[in-house]
């Protein structure tokens, strides 16, 4: 038997919460999806004037960083040509993002969930996912 540790709807809320307020300092409304950790979409918003193409973007950031357990920065250095995986950003349909803004959650060594983010640059999208992670390791 295995028992797992996940995020919930409050969990998720708190996440969005600090993203959002990073994503508002930084005056880029952003896109933020949080999901468990098999990559079930838990919570979602798009901030007023977030891009609408960003929206699916976003939830499939959340996707890789949770189900993969791995930041999808870190998927977008090794998918370029002559990479170990070269050409993975076309596995599962196209779900899997290699490009940053999605983080995995971790809580006590365990990937717990994950969040996306996008509608900024990589890096801004990466902060401000970093800041919903740090806002909310904070309330443990």
Avoid at 89 to 114: E, H, N
Wanted: aromatic fraction near 4%; hydrophobic fraction near 40%; charged fraction near 20%.
């Amino acid at each position: 038997m295995q028992i797992i540790k996940r995020l919930d709807l409050n969990d998720a809320r708190i996440l969005l919460e600090g993203a959002r307020a990073k994503a508002t300092e930084i005056g880029v409304p952003m896109c933020i999806a949080i999901t468990d950790e098999g990559g079930n979409l838990v919570a979602f918003e798009r901030m007023d004037g977030g891009k609408v193409t960003s929206i699916t973007i976003a939830i499939d950031k959340s996707f890789t960083a949770s189900a993969a357990k791995k930041a999808t920065h870190d998927y977008g250095a090794i998918s370029q040509p002559g990479g170990p995986t070269y050409g993975i950003d076309s596995a599962i349909g196209g779900r899997l993002m290699v490009v940053g803004g999605g983080l995995p959650v971790i809580v006590d060594g365990d990937v717990v969930g994950g969040i996306g983010v996008s509608s900024g640059t990589p890096a801004q999208d990466r902060e401000v996912a970093q800041a919903g992670i740090d806002h909310f390791l904070a309330t443990l």
